[in-house]
């Protein structure tokens, strides 16, 4: 399989984080993590005040998400990760797979997906692009950069409400 | 966020008492469970129906595929509360040209824990077409105007105060004022909402008045039983008579875990409209109406970006919305979206995403719903769970293109510097004269980005099986003692927020049938199990 080869995949045993993080995952099959891995590389945002190192946080947030899909969607989310993982070479002819490419090299070969003239191409990356996005954005150091603070709006919110009944019930204590 | 002690004690929904209320995740063996009236889901129209029945004195079972999640347990954690609140963690599709995304609640309140409280009737035209055109009884306005008023009292709707509007609010009621339209305050069932804008992800202000918080307690306190976890999968019959329910719990991982059977004499189905057909489809029922004119509200998003920072997190969930244009099927509203979820709808390439969402605190994002003339169905799968398939038809394309341009006008108005368009061929607009572009663009869903939150009308009522599934009080045909209560029961879309309508609605069928179905109540309480369990 050596064609198949492109940029050598960084050893996931090696990193302890990875490690902990691969252990810590009971939904994703290793090869389904690696892939998903690759695919949040390619997709997560960058610059622009976007650099957070939390991919591995967006993957056990995906994780945490998968048991909650219907059995026909979880089969099609593992259907289509592997199609994405194999896409380069099915789609375009190209030696290479998802998970040997470098972040710009699969933010390009996600975006085609993107713009494919297949439905299903397009809906599947949505798919997985949502689930990205909503755990990457939704993540603390996210909307903190964000300049994003619901959680403290909560307490504000709450304790306004609280107030306003107190007043009301004073007012007309029946 | 931890809720502090001494806010727990000033909100009254956090002291809410749910008494007879088991988890189906406690279930350590097989059960059987005995009723004088069964109901299946707990949204708008079950959580209405179970305790109207309650306080007629019936015994009533609610079974409800979701959790109990109690308001103190909400929190802003995104993702946490989609898990916890939503149907497939939000992830259904239709399908049809265009995909449509369609989100529902899955928890003890159903919808109405996870919607915006947006709480209008059904407006006059439409009662008057349904009893006029579809020959149904007792469904004017007129008619209806006790069964609305009678919720209105409990989901207690009001509009919102000014100070909880947020910069966005009022630039979108100064938008739609400079182009002569009215920016009609909403209604929502809501008690002094203090603008958190988390409607979406469960209220923890306590202020939605959802069913969690009102019709839930109410059915509670007058003795009805609720048994959350637990999946009703088909119907048991007699004959043609419907006795009962089965299902199975559902474990913590949301996996099945033992299976339980309940009887009773009259069942009644508010799963809402897609699960509904599905489970009586999966027991073998197969009307001609079941499963068809399905109808969805069709619903754009466009995004207007401004110079200023708006912050639009800060400040109530859609304090107006544009009526004028109800007549010609649309409806616009705002609401700002939470960072995760808008992101991946927006428009560009992978690379843009991240220069646009820097900024979010600039968006205001504007929706326009339509209602539509086309229908879809609900199938049952290989899979045995419902799908949903819908085509827009031309005519409803040509509406939402009309919806999207009045919306980019409004965004404009009020002073947006760019609007993004839910069009994959037409992705943003720079400038008012863009809005021609809108218009002239050919009426394809091919390339449209849209969603929907409400579907209706898979088993609508008629006067007779050759046009509806049900009755027009909900019993459904050809089967005795078997019932649906939930937005299935409307013959077509009603274009405004359907939640009033169906809690109105529902209200009407069950004072129907405790009135004219007590007889065989009373037969089924001198029966074997009805005696045994009263």
């Not at chain 2, 799908?387 to 009045?406: F, P, S, W």
Request: overall charge positive.
């Amino acid at each position: 399989m050596a064609v198949l080869q492109g940029i050598p995949q960084q050893n996931d045993t090696a990193n302890p984080v990875r490690r902990f993080v691969a252990q810590a995952l009971r939904n994703l099959s290793p090869t389904s993590t690696s892939i998903l891995r690759a695919a949040i590389a390619g997709l997560r945002p960058r610059g622009h005040g976007f650099d957070q190192p939390i991919d591995e946080d967006v993957l056990a947030e995906i994780d945490r998400t998968i048991p909650c899909f219907p059995p026909l969607f979880r089969l099609g989310f593992w259907l289509g990760l592997r199609v994405l993982e194999w896409g380069p070479l099915v789609f375009t002819g190209r030696p290479t797979r998802l998970t040997r490419m470098g972040c710009d090299q699969a933010t390009r070969y996600l975006d085609g997906w993107l713009r494919s003239r297949s439905a299903l191409r397009r809906m599947l990356l949505f798919g997985v692009r949502t689930l990205v996005y909503l755990a990457f954005y939704q993540h603390p150091s996210v909307l903190h950069a964000m300049e994003v603070d619901w959680d403290r709006r909560m307490g504000e919110t709450i304790r306004l409400r609280a107030d306003t009944l107190d007043r009301e019930t004073h007012a007309d204590p029946r | 966020m931890p809720i502090p002690a001494d806010l727990r004690e000033r909100i009254p929904e956090y002291a809410i008492d749910y008494p007879n209320v088991e988890s189906g995740r406690d279930a350590r063996r097989e059960a059987m469970l005995v009723a004088d009236a069964i109901v299946v889901g707990s949204g708008a129209g079950g959580a209405v129906a179970a305790a109207l029945l309650a306080e007629a004195g019936l015994e009533v079972l609610m079974i409800e595929e979701g959790s109990l999640e109690k308001t103190d347990s909400f929190s802003t954690d995104v993702p946490e509360m989609i898990r916890r609140l939503y149907r497939d963690a939000g992830a259904t599709m239709i399908l049809g040209r265009p995909g449509m995304i369609f989100a529902e609640g899955r928890c003890v309140g159903g919808s109405t824990v996870i919607n915006g409280g947006m709480y209008w009737r059904a407006p006059d035209r439409i009662l008057e077409r349904w009893e006029r055109e579809e020959r149904l009884p007792a469904i004017g306005p007129g008619a209806m105007e006790p069964f609305f008023t009678e919720v209105e009292r409990k989901a207690h709707p009001e509009t919102n105060l000014p100070d909880t509007f947020g910069r966005h609010g009022v630039l979108f009621a100064e938008g739609a004022g400079k182009l002569g339209w009215n920016a009609t305050p909403n209604l929502r069932n809501m008690r002094r909402c203090t603008g958190l804008n988390n409607c979406a992800f469960g209220c923890p202000t306590g202020a939605k008045q959802s069913m969690l918080v009102t019709y839930i307690p109410r059915a509670l306190r007058a003795g009805a039983r609720l048994l959350a976890d637990a999946r009703v999968s088909r119907i048991r019959f007699d004959n043609a008579r419907a006795v009962g329910v089965r299902g199975c719990f559902v474990g913590a991982n949301r996996r099945p875990t033992y299976g339980f059977s309940a009887y009773a004499p009259m069942v009644i189905v508010a799963a809402g409209a897609r699960h509904t057909v599905g489970i009586l489809k999966r027991s073998g029922l197969c009307g001609r109406w079941l499963g068809r004119n399905l109808t969805t509200h069709p619903n754009a998003k466009v995004v207007g970006i401004f110079d200023a920072r708006l912050d639009a997190w800060r400040g109530a969930h859609q304090v107006y919305q544009i009526h004028d244009f109800l007549e010609q099927g649309i409806l616009i509203g705002y609401a700002m979206i939470q960072p995760g979820l808008l992101a991946a709808t927006l428009p560009g390439p992978i690379q843009a995403n991240a220069e646009l969402m820097s900024l979010y605190n600039h968006f205001l994002p504007v929706g326009c719903l339509i209602e539509d003339t086309g229908t879809g169905r609900v199938l049952l799968g290989p899979d045995g769970e419902p799908h949903m398939i819908y085509c827009l038809n031309r005519k409803d394309c040509a509406t939402l293109h009309e919806g999207v341009a009045k919306t980019t006008e409004l965004l404009f108005a009020a002073g947006a510097r760019r609007v993004l368009l839910p069009f994959a061929d037409l992705p943003e607009a720079t400038s008012p004269d863009d809005v021609g572009r809108i218009r002239s663009r050919p009426p394809s869903p091919n390339g449209m980005e849209l969603m929907t939150v409400h579907i209706m009308g898979s088993a609508r009522m008629g006067v007779d099986a050759r046009r509806g599934a049900t009755d027009a009080f909900g019993r459904v045909f050809g089967v005795d003692g078997l019932y649906v209560a939930d937005a299935s029961l409307f013959p077509g879309p009603i274009g405004v927020n359907p939640q009033e309508t169906i809690m109105a609605l529902v209200a009407r069928n069950t004072r129907r049938w405790i009135e004219t179905d007590a007889q065989r109540l009373h037969r089924w309480r001198r029966g074997p199990l009805g005696a045994g369990h009263a």
